[in-house]
C-alpha cells in the first residue's frame, strides 16, 4: 500500500514536467519513465526535491526533481538571483562571478546560470574555460563580486555534479545569507518560475585576465626563493586526474622556478568521464597509482595530485627504504604549518600577531608545533568556510599564514577564502626543494616532526546505518554517547569531553566551562590520559556515523616509526573495543 501510494505521488510530481516549461528531451525522458512497468527509476529521479544545503547542491545528473539537471540548477540560480537582488537592492549594478570543472553538463550548467544571472539583471563573468575553485573565489574579491558559484561535485564520481554558492568575501555561503538563500530557492515551485532568457550584455567572459594576477598573487606566498633555485631540478610528477589543475599548476611550477616537472600524459586529458581512475579522488591510493608508475620509472622526488576541481592535493614520496607512500591529509597538513612557521621564522618574517587554523578533527600534533613555536593557533569546524571566517574576522588586525584540515585541503594565503590546491602544490615543491637542499626528502622531515614534536596517528571509521532505521539508530548512538559519556577509552581515562551541540565542555572532574563557537555542530569529542582524541560526528550527506580517532605516542629516533605505527594501531584497536564499533 504505501509503495503504490509512493508511486502515485511521483507520478504526480513527474507529470508537472511535461508541461511546456520543459524542453522536449526533458519531456520525453520522463515519458519514458512514466511509461515503464517497473517505477524503481522514476521513484529514484522524483521522490524528492535535490535539496539545496548550505553547501548548494550536489547530486547525480540525469531528468527529475532528485537529479542535477538544468532545471534544479536553473532553481538554484533563480532563487540565488532573487536573494541577491533583495540583498543588494541599493547597489547600481550586482556582480557574480561563474566557474566550472572538468565534468560532463558543467560548462552547460554553467552558461545556464549565467543567462539566469543575467536575466535578472545581474552582471556574470563567466570563466572561459575550467578552472580550479580557488581561482574563483579568489577571483570574486579581485572583481569586486557579491557573489560567486562553481559547478563542481569534487571528488565524487562521474555520475555526480553539483553547485556550491560563494558570498562577497570569496568565502562559501555562512549563516544567515546560507539560510536567507535556501528560502528562496524553495519558493521556486517550477520551471515557469525561471528566467532562462539571457542578457548577454550583462555577460563578460574572463581567463587570462584574472589567470595572470591569480598566478602572480600565488608566486607571492613562496617563503625561499633562494632554495628553489639551487633545487630547480627537482624532479616532480604531477596529475590533475583528468581536472581542472591541470589549467594553472604546470604553470605555477614553472612561475615558481621548478624546471623537472613531468605530468602524466594519459591524466592530462580533459574529461568528466575520469577514464584512467575509479574514483578521481587523491584520498585514494588507486587514484595516485599511474603517477606513482612515473615517478618509479624517472626516480622522481614527489608526486602531486589535484582533484577534478583543484582545490585538494594528495601527495607521495619515498620513506627511508626508497619505496613510494602516500602522505595522508593529517600529515600533509602537518608539514605545511611545520615548514611555514620554521622559514618564516628563519627569513625573519614571522610577527607576533600572525595566526593559524585547523578544524577540530584535524591532528593536535599542530597545536603541538604551534605552541612550542608560540603561535597562535585557532580550532573551527570542519569545512573551509570556517577557515575563512578566522581569516575575515581577523582582517586588518592579525595574519593568518596557514591553515589545513585532514581531508586533504590546505590554504596558505588569504587572497583566496576556500582550499588551494594551486598554490599548496607549489608550496609543497618549495618545501621538497628546502629538504633536498640539506639531504633529505619529505618523509625524513615529517620523521623529524615525529621525533621534535611527539608521534600522532589517526583513523577514521565510518559505521554505516542506511535506511529511515539506520538514521534513527544513529540518532540514538548519539544520543546515548550524550548521557553516558565513556569514562575510558582504550585503558586511557577521559579527561575532557567536548560537546558541540551544548557548546560545552567537561573535565574529568565534572568541571563544565564554555566552548565558543559561531554556531552548535552534532559533534562530541574526548581527550584522554595519554593524549589519544576521538570525535564522532554523523554525516551530514550520507547515512553515516564517523568516529575520527588520534592515538598519541612518542618517537625517540627516525627509526622508531614502525614501532610507533604498531602500538598505535593497538591504541585504536582498544577505542573501538570501548566504543563498541
Not at 587572497?415 to 588551494?420: A, L, T
Request: with cysteine.
Amino acid at each position: 500500500m504505501e509503495n503504490e501510494q509512493l508511486i502515485q505521488e511521483v507520478t504526480a510530481k513527474a507529470e508537472k514536467w511535461l508541461s511546456p516549461a520543459y524542453d522536449a528531451e526533458t519531456q520525453a525522458e520522463v515519458r519514458r519513465m512514466l511509461e515503464n512497468e517497473d517505477k524503481t527509476e522514476l521513484i529514484e529521479c522524483f521522490y524528492k526535491d535535490l535539496e539545496f544545503g548550505t553547501g548548494g547542491l550536489r547530486g547525480i545528473m540525469g531528468v527529475g526533481s532528485n537529479r542535477m539537471n538544468i532545471y534544479t540548477v536553473g532553481a538554484a540560480t533563480q532563487g540565488l538571483s532573487n536573494y541577491l537582488n533583495k540583498n543588494f537592492k541599493d547597489l547600481e549594478q550586482i556582480s557574480v562571478c561563474i566557474g566550472h570543472d572538468c565534468r560532463n553538463n558543467s560548462r552547460l550548467f554553467a552558461e545556464i546560470s549565467a543567462d539566469i544571472f543575467s536575466a535578472n539583471g545581474i552582471k556574470v563573468y563567466l570563466f572561459e574555460d575550467m578552472r580550479p575553485t580557488p581561482e574563483m573565489s579568489f577571483a570574486i574579491r579581485h572583481l569586486g563580486c557579491q557573489s560567486g558559484i562553481i559547478l563542481t561535485a569534487s571528488h565524487n564520481p562521474k555520475e555526480y555534479n553539483g553547485y556550491k554558492a560563494y558570498w562577497d568575501d570569496g568565502a562559501q555561503v555562512l549563516a544567515p545569507h546560507d539560510k536567507g538563500i535556501i528560502d528562496e530557492v524553495n519558493k521556486i515551485a517550477s520551471a515557469a518560475d525561471i528566467k532562462f532568457e539571457g542578457n548577454k550584455e550583462l555577460i563578460q567572459i574572463i581567463g587570462e585576465d584574472v589567470d595572470s594576477v591569480y598566478l602572480d598573487k600565488v608566486l607571492g606566498i613562496s617563503i625561499d626563493p633562494e632554495v628553489i633555485k639551487r633545487q630547480k631540478d627537482l624532479c616532480i610528477v604531477f596529475t590533475p586526474i583528468h581536472g581542472t589543475g591541470m589549467m594553472l599548476v604546470p604553470r605555477a611550477l614553472k612561475q615558481w622556478g621548478f624546471e623537472n616537472v613531468h605530468c602524466v600524459p594519459e591524466q592530462m586529458v580533459k574529461s568528466g568521464d575520469f577514464p584512467t581512475v575509479i574514483s578521481p579522488n587523491p584520498e585514494n591510493a588507486e587514484a595516485l597509482s599511474m603517477a606513482i608508475d612515473l615517478a618509479k620509472k624517472i626516480d622522481a622526488d614527489i608526486v602531486m595530485a589535484t582533484d577534478p576541481d583543484a582545490d585538494r592535493v594528495g601527495m607521495a614520496c619515498k620513506n627511508d627504504k626508497g619505496e613510494w607512500v602516500l602522505v595522508n591529509g593529517n600529515q600533509t597538513a602537518l608539514i605545511f604549518l611545520y615548514y611555514i612557521i620554521k622559514n618564516r621564522k628563519a627569513m625573519g618574517k614571522m610577527k607576533d600577531t600572525d595566526f593559524i587554523v585547523k578544524t577540530i578533527v584535524t591532528t593536535e600534533l599542530i597545536k603541538a608545533v604551534a605552541d612550542k613555536n608560540n603561535i597562535e593557533m585557532r580550532d573551527c569546524y570542519t569545512g573551509f568556510k570556517w577557515i575563512a571566517r578566522e581569516i575575515r574576522l581577523s582582517e586588518g588586525k592579525q595574519q593568518y599564514i596557514g591553515g589545513g584540515e585532514e581531508s586533504y585541503g590546505f590554504l596558505a594565503e588569504d587572497f583566496v577564502r576556500d582550499k588551494d590546491a594551486v598554490s599548496a602544490c607549489t608550496l609543497l615543491a618549495e618545501i621538497c626543494a628546502w629538504a633536498k637542499d640539506q639531504g633529505k626528502t619529505l618523509y625524513d622531515v615529517l620523521m623529524e616532526i615525529y621525533v621534535e614534536y611527539g608521534f600522532s596517528k589517526e583513523c577514521a571509521i565510518s559505521v554505516t546505518k542506511p535506511g529511515k532505521s539506520g538514521a534513527e539508530e544513529i540518532k540514538a548512538m548519539m544520543e546515548n554517547f550524550r548521557a553516558n559519556p565513556p569514562k575510558e577509552l582504550g585503558g586511557s581515562k577521559v579527561v575532557l569531553t567536548k560537546d558541540f551541540k551544548t557548546l560545552k565542555a567537561t573535565d574529568g572532574e565534572g568541571n563544565v566551562i564554555d566552548l565558543v563557537m559561531p554556531e552548535t555542530s552534532n559533534v562530541l569529542q574526548y581527550f584522554t590520559e595519554d593524549g589519544s582524541k576521538v570525535s564522532v560526528r554523523p554525516s551530514g550527506t550520507e547515512p553515516k556515523i564517523k568516529f575520527y580517532m588520534e592515538a598519541k605516542g612518542e618517537m625517540g629516533c627516525a627509526k622508531c616509526y614502525e614501532s610507533a605505527n604498531a602500538a598505535a594501531d593497538a591504541k585504536f584497536d582498544g577505542i573501538k573495543k570501548s566504543l563498541g564499533i
